[in-house]
């Protein structure tokens, strides 16, 4: 027998002797020795790698063929219109000489120019009539008193002015043809002083310039006529200062007929 039967003899007679025993359910004489049970090691699996791209050669375009150009048709000469003869620039004439200036005329002689006479200088133009002497129309008889007396300023003259009203309250008429007087305590200035009032009721008296009465002569005034009577008569004196805030040249008196 040879060592391969050998071999098999032994494999068939354990197989033999294993199949009795678990049919049987007879213990086996002599039990193997239970080994720890290993770990197994962990198995590698060996990835195989990616082959390498191998890049593939492009086929290189060939280079266009250029068309080789065709000649350009030349365009048919056409006639080439010969040149003009120019025309030779004639002779400019020159401008002629102006003529001569006449010679400038003598002027005449200077005459004997009368000078300037000098302005005369302004004067102050009063508000007031000047007096005269006209004949004194007598004043509408009744009672008179002054309603309302305003100092103002002027310095050119000195005198008195207002108007008259028929009543005594603001909306009465005007009076016409009423005579005022106005008389001073001092020679040279006692009068008296005359003026009426006219259509409109107005008056105005001019009774010197300004700077020619003293300051210190006293004025009345009155209104004057056949069957009049004057209450309150006013009083004052003219100022020398015109420049003044209570400057007194002229006198504006307002009469009003009470009876």
Not at 132 to 144: D, E, I, K, M
Not at 157 to 179: E, F, K
Not at 236 to 253: H, K
Request: glycine share 6%; net charge negative.
């Amino acid at each position: 027998m040879t060592v391969f039967h050998r071999k098999l003899f032994w494999v068939y007679t354990l197989l033999l002797i294993t199949t009795l025993a678990c049919v049987t359910n007879t213990p086996v004489a002599q039990r193997a020795t239970v080994r720890p049970t290993r770990t197994p090691f962990p198995t590698f699996t060996n990835t195989p790698l990616p082959p390498t791209a191998t890049p593939v050669p492009t086929d290189t375009p060939a280079p266009l063929v250029t068309e080789t150009p065709t000649d350009t048709p030349l365009p048919p000469p056409t006639d080439t219109i010969a040149p003009t003869d120019t025309q030779v620039p004639t002779d400019t004439p020159r401008p002629t000489s102006p003529p001569a200036a006449p010679p400038p005329t003598a002027p005449p002689p200077p005459t004997n120019t009368p000078e300037p006479t000098a302005a005369p200088a302004p004067v102050d133009v009063s508000p007031l009539a000047t007096p005269t002497n006209t004949s004194v129309p007598g004043s509408p008889p009744g009672v008179y008193r002054p309603k309302e007396i305003e100092e103002q300023a002027n310095c050119a003259h000195l005198g008195i002015a207002g108007y008259v009203r028929d009543g005594d309250d603001d909306d009465d008429p005007r009076l016409p043809g009423v005579t005022i007087q106005v008389t001073g305590d001092e020679d040279g200035f006692r009068g008296p002083f005359l003026t009426t009032t006219d259509g409109s009721g107005e008056y105005g008296l001019v009774i010197g310039e300004f700077g020619k009465i003293p300051d210190r002569v006293e004025f009345v005034a009155q209104v004057i006529g056949e069957g009049v009577e004057t209450e309150d008569r006013p009083e004052w004196s003219f100022d020398d200062n015109c420049n003044a805030s209570d400057a007194r040249q002229i006198m504006r008196i307002i009469w009003s007929k009470v009876e």
